[in-house]
C-alpha cells in the first residue's frame, strides 16, 4: 500500500529538448495520492510536453518518471517493459483529453466504450460489464437509456462526460488532463468541473491538470506549478500562487484574468 506520505509519482530534472527548442526543462516535482497538481502557464510555456513527457507517451530528453506502483512498488516508467508500461496505462493511470474524440471510440456505443477498458483488465462477464458501464453513465449524468448509442450521437459535453467514465471505470489512481474543460461552452465547463471536483474528491484521485484557465486551476487543485519557456517558474499551494504571486510573470498571468 501506498502511505499518504509516500508520493505516488517523483518527476527528477525532466527536460524534453525538440532539436534546439525548449519543450520543457530541469521539472522536479512528487505528487501524492490523492492529491491534484494543476500545471498553468500561457501558450507555448511547455505544458502539454510535461504531461505527455510524464505520462509515458513521449520519452523526455533527460531526467526520471518514477511512479509507485500497485504490484511492483516504485518504478522508472521509462525502464519498465512495453508491455507493463501498456497495463499501467491501461489500468492505474488515466487520460483525459481535450477533445472527447481523442479519448473514445467513436464507432462502438457509449456502453462499449466504458466496457472496453474492463475488458482490458480481464472482466469477461458481459452482464457484469454492461451493469457496471450502465452504472458509469449514471455516475456522470448521462441517461441509462443512451448505453446502446454511439458517441457521435452525444452533445460535446456529454461526450466529456463519457470519456471520463470511460477512464475512470477501472478505478485508477492517477488520472492526467489535458485542459478537459477547453473548447465547451461556458455553463457546460461548470457543470462538468463541479462533476470532475466531486469524482475527484470521492474517488481520492491523485490528478496532473494541464489548463490556461485559472479558474479551473483555483477550483480543481491543492497545488499549482506555473511555467514559462519551459520552465517551472513557481510553484505552492494553489490560493497561495494566485493570491499572493511572487514571480513578476505569475503576477502577470493572475492580473490579466481579474482585467477580463
Ligand atoms: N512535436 C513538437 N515538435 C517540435 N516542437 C514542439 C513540439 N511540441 C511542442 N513543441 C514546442 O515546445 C514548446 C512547448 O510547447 P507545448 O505544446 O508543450 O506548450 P503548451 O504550454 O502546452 O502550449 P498550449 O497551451 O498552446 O497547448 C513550444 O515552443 C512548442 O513549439
Aim: with cysteine; hydrophobic share 40%; net charge negative.
Amino acid at each position: 500500500m501506498t502511505q499518504n506520505n509516500t508520493p505516488l509519482l517523483r518527476v527528477s530534472d525532466l527536460t524534453m529538448m525538440y532539436g534546439d527548442r525548449v519543450g520543457c526543462r530541469n521539472v522536479s516535482f512528487d505528487l501524492r495520492p490523492g492529491e491534484v497538481l494543476g500545471i498553468v502557464g500561457e501558450s507555448g510555456s511547455g505544458k502539454s510536453t510535461l504531461l505527455r513527457s510524464i505520462s509515458a507517451q513521449q520519452e523526455p530528453t533527460k531526467g526520471v518518471v518514477e511512479y509507485h506502483t500497485r504490484i511492483d512498488g516504485i518504478r522508472d516508467v521509462y525502464q519498465i517493459s512495453e508491455a507493463q508500461r501498456r497495463l499501467l496505462m491501461r489500468t492505474d493511470w488515466a487520460f483525459v483529453h481535450q477533445n472527447a474524440r481523442d479519448g473514445l471510440r467513436m464507432n462502438v456505443s457509449a456502453g462499449a466504450n466504458i466496457g472496453e477498458r474492463l475488458m482490458a483488465v480481464g472482466d469477461r462477464h458481459y452482464g457484469n460489464i454492461r451493469a457496471a458501464a450502465g452504472n458509469w453513465l449514471g455516475k456522470v449524468e448521462i441517461a441509462e437509456e443512451r448505453l446502446d448509442d454511439l458517441p457521435s450521437t452525444f452533445s460535446g459535453g456529454m461526450q466529456q462526460r463519457l470519456q471520463i467514465a470511460r477512464n475512470l471505470v477501472t478505478s485508477p489512481r492517477l488520472v492526467f488532463m489535458d485542459e478537459p474543460t477547453g473548447g465547451l461552452d461556458v455553463s457546460v465547463q461548470a457543470r462538468l468541473l463541479d462533476l470532475l471536483r466531486g469524482l475527484v474528491h470521492d474517488l481520492n484521485l491523485a490528478v496532473i491538470i494541464v489548463t490556461h484557465d485559472l479558474a479551473v486551476a483555483r477550483l480543481l487543485s491543492h497545488r499549482l506549478m506555473v511555467m514559462q519557456g519551459g520552465a517551472v517558474i513557481e510553484s505552492g499551494l494553489t490560493d497561495q500562487v494566485l493570491d499572493d504571486p511572487q514571480h513578476a510573470y505569475t503576477q502577470l498571468l493572475v492580473s490579466s484574468i481579474l482585467q477580463n
